[in-house]
């Protein structure tokens, strides 16, 4: 069966539950919740990031997260608690899903940066 953006984007907020700013920073300062930002470096370099937040650009993710790529980034473990971002909530929703598919137990989706900013999230613009 063909599917839509529709049928995946309702898939993918399934898998990783879209979540608040202050539930993001209570996992982060509870769990230590690993912060991905999903978005392209240069969009980054524009507007800043959520301090402590990793850059893995949405394309890059499955390379990154898996524990037996050659390429895994430090910091990503299935059992460790994962919130993803990207500019407005619809990469990291997919990016959440594919985190969970590599069998990352805990995902949430904060939406997007602005999302944070909005709420008051402090910006790493490092």
Known sequence: MTKTLKDLMAEAETAAPRITAAEARAMIETEGALVVDVRDPAEVAASGKVPGAVNVPRAMLEFRADPDSPA???????????????????????????????????VRNLGGFKDWVEAGGEVDKD
């Open 72 to 106: 895994h980034a430090e910091g990503f473990e299935r059992s460790r608690p994962v919130i993803v971002y990207c500019a407005s909530g619809g990469r990291s929703a997919l990016a959440g899903r594919t985190l969970g598919e590599l069998g990352f137990e805990t």
